[in-house]
């Protein structure tokens, strides 16, 4: 799981970059992609344990 959120990690990153939505002064991209990522772990361990149903 570790290596599939590392790769989630940098395939984000790099669309961010590309998209101009970095922001190097404050580093703000940084935190809100920890919560996006946070949250799409959340998501994929809820969905690999069927749903919770």
Do not use: F, S
Request: proline content about 0%; aromatic content about 4%; overall charge negative.
């Amino acid at each position: 799981m570790k290596a599939e959120m590392e790769a989630l990690r940098l395939r984000h990153a790099a669309a961010l970059e590309l998209m101009g939505e970095r922001d190097e002064e404050d580093g703000l991209w940084l935190c809100h992609r920890k919560v996006n990522l946070q949250r799409i772990g959340t998501r994929a361990k809820y969905d690999l344990n069927g749903g919770g149903d």
